[in-house]
């Protein structure tokens, strides 16, 4: 007979519940990556600003925030960088896309520390003064990040940090 507990049919629910999330980040990262590989080569100035950092600092922000915990946060942040990167560069190979080493690289180690900045991140969703230097922190190095990788601050940027800064601030437990 083919009879199924409770306890498993709980178990299954809690497994497929805990992997969901995990499998659409990766699935949305894939996707992201391929379309902001298309965004390079076809659409111009899109493409330049998905280029910046700014832009991933925003999305990983708000995937961090809405996530439940701090260590979901770090597994979808995580999972999300590192499969759009799978997906823009694969995407570049397969349309024989010329691309630089030195920023696979950079992107790599961005995804690798994104996990332990998501999970500060998550903290910003408190009251407390760590939750406030936090955010700030956020928004400041957003526009650092700008000058140092782009040499100037554009409005793209200050629209991102704002956004930012609305989603930091306003999203209080």
Known sequence: MNVISNRERINRKRFYKSYSSIITF?????????????????????????????????????????????????????????SMLAGYYVMADCTNNVYSLTFVYGWFLVSLGSPFMSFCVWYTKGRGIVSKVLSVCIIVCMELLAILLYDKIRISDIILALATGILVFSNKT
């Open 26 to 82: 990766l699935f949305s990262g894939v996707l992201t990556g391929i379309m902001i590989k298309l965004f390079d080569m076809y659409a111009g100035e899109i493409g330049n600003i998905f280029s910046r950092i700014s832009v991933w600092i925003f999305l990983c922000t708000t995937i961090s925030i809405r996530s439940k915990t701090s260590l979901k946060a770090a597994v979808n942040v995580f999972s999300y960088c590192i």
